[in-house]
Nanobody, 133 residues
Framework: QVHLVESGGGSVQAGGSLRLSCAASGLTYTSNYIGWFRRAPGKEREGVAAISTAGGTTYYADPVKGRFTITLDNAKNTVYLRMNSLKSEDTAMYYC??????????????????????????WGQGTQVTVSS
């Protein structure tokens, strides 16, 4: 059984940085990706970044490109989300999730579907990130 635990959230001023961690256990062959998602108050959940557990390919949502970096430490079974140049609009509950699009998904669709929460079956409990301006 896949189990995910997020940590690293907190409060930071705009322009600051945080690193979120997602400790994973029980990953199976169906856990093709680990993704980070967020939900701000009054808004829909949105994909932030995703990484392939096999090859390490990464995908980012446009609002975070150039500011966020997702990495995978296989030895520690942990996925990190480094967030730099934080903005007030990054304030949200951040979740990591395991699953992602299967190998049968055509390549042109992988980027889009890797950031689609419907593609993920296992979720962590979330960690709050608050950015003050």
């Amino acid at each position: 059984q896949v189990h995910l635990v997020e940590s690293g959230g907190g409060s930071v001023q705009a322009g600051g940085s945080l690193r979120l961690s997602c400790a994973a256990s029980g990953l199976t062959y169906t856990s093709n990706y680990i993704g980070w998602f967020r939900r701000a108050p009054g808004k829909e959940r949105e994909g932030v970044a995703a990484i392939s557990t096999a090859g390490g390919t990464t995908y980012y949502a446009d609002p975070v490109k150039g500011r966020f970096t997702i990495t995978l430490d296989n030895a520690k079974n942990t996925v990190y989300l480094r967030m730099n140049s934080l903005k007030s609009e990054d304030t949200a509950m951040y979740y990591c999730a395991a699953g992602g699009p299967g190998s049968w998904v055509p390549s042109p669709l992988i980027a889009l579907r890797s950031l689609d929460s419907l593609e993920y079956s296992t979720w962590g409990q979330g960690t709050q990130v608050t950015v003050s301006s």
